[in-house]
């Protein structure tokens, strides 16, 4: 027979072997199980290196910044190649593109582009891109997709709330000065308004006051009508009409008046595929991928390809702006479509190769165009 002592032992060693126990299974499970996958998306991670939950290749190194963790701007390729010291010629970083016109090339662009998020966590919950648009234009970038919003009576750029918006002139004053600074080089701006009662109501006066304040007015190239012809980069290059706008979800300037000059509705000219993709499954069955869902209606001289999910996700990122994957793509959309895309749009722009295979690309239609003159 046990006393009351003997059984208070027995009691607190069968606790402590509980506990070790569990603590024994925790780290088992931990180690080996997929926890650390579910929780990633969650709870950020600070190491160097990250366990993918899709295929991809090695994922852009980081470097430590006091208590954050910024990711290094993705893109290492040249691209600008021009050699205009002897007078040369030179139009989106290559020499032998301009005479070709501007619906003809294809322009590296980003998706929600004031949506960005230096340190990781906030890139994968909240934002659809590591770094801030400014570094995009200096790795290549030509094309910009935006969101206009009013924020506290304030002319923003936001998406869908006004959390985590930028200030339009900043914005704006960005893009003035690197095109001030990189006199060879042609922009496209895609504008979506967004009216609703957490954003406002901005609107294209809202815009154009905005541009004219920061100097931007005077790059601005204002197309007459859908039937002429768009001109060549040399051309936009030698006027200085540098600076393409197009807008969405507001008027859609069937009437004189509607629009300010310049300020182009984007479904008038260009079409465009889904959006609203969920998986990198849906993206390779090219019938879906390629199919237009929005500016089909009619003839459209320009032709978007949406490379990306939602929600916003790094790791799919990372395969659909590889190298070889974007080009598979082109090369299926180009002949479902029969015709070249002229805007591949993508979150997470600095995980991806998109602006060398935009300049091979075009180096390669220069090239032919080349050679067709000479025959």
């Known amino acids: 027979m046990t006393d009351g002592k003997g059984r208070l032992s027995c009691t607190w060693a069968k606790a402590i072997m509980f506990l070790l126990l569990t603590i024994t299974g925790v780290i088992l499970i931990w180690m080996f199980a997929p926890i650390g996958k579910g929780l990633s998306r969650i ?99 030509r094309g910009l ?99 393409l706008i197009f807008h969405h979800e507001g008027p859609t300037c069937t009437n004189p008046g509607d629009c300010p000059d310049g300020f182009h509705y984007y479904f008038q000219y260009a079409m465009d595929t889904s959006f609203t993709f969920e998986s990198i499954s849906e ?21 978007g390809i949406n490379l990306f999910i939602n929600p916003p996700n790094p790791d799919a990122a990372e395969v659909t702006s590889e190298k070889e994957y974007v080009g598979s793509r082109i090369s299926e959309c180009s002949s479902i479509r029969k015709k070249n895309p002229n805007m591949l749009i993508v979150d997470f722009w600095s995980l991806g190769d998109l602006p060398e295979v935009t300049q091979n690309h075009n180096r390669a239609l220069g090239t032919t165009l080349r050679r067709n003159s000479l025959r």
Not at 80 to 96: E, F, P, V
Not at 283 to 293: A, D, E, H, Q, V
């Open 283 to 303: 993206i390779n069955n090219s019938t879906l991928f390629c199919s237009i869902t929005r500016g089909g209606g009619g003839k459209r001289q320009f032709l």
């Open 43 to 141: 709870i950020p991670d600070f190491a160097d290196n990250e366990t993918s939950s899709v295929s991809v290749p090695t994922q852009t190194p980081s470097i430590g910044s006091g208590e954050q963790n910024v990711l290094l701007v993705g893109p290492t390729y040249e691209f600008n190649t021009c050699n205009i010291d002897g007078g040369g010629r030179c139009c989106n970083g290559l020499d032998n593109i301009c005479d070709l016109r501007v619906n003809e090339i294809m322009l590296a662009t980003v998706h929600n582009a004031m949506s960005h998020g230096q340190e990781k966590f906030l890139g994968q919950v909240l934002n659809n891109n590591y770094r801030p648009l400014e570094d995009a234009l200096e790795a290549g970038f």
């Open 145 to 243: 997709t935006l969101d206009l919003c009013i924020c506290n009576g304030i002319f923003q750029f936001c998406h869908g709330t006004c959390s985590g918006s930028r200030d339009a002139e900043e914005v704006l004053s960005s893009i003035e000065q690197f095109l001030r600074t990189n006199p060879s080089e042609v922009l496209m701006l895609i504008f979506q308004i967004n009216s609703n009662v957490l954003t406002g109501s901005p609107t294209l006066t809202d815009l154009e006051t905005a541009v004219q304040k920061v100097g931007l007015g005077d790059y601005i190239y204002a197309h007459p009508n859908v039937d002429t012809e768009w001109p060549t980069l040399g051309t936009l290059v030698e006027n200085n009409n540098r600076l």
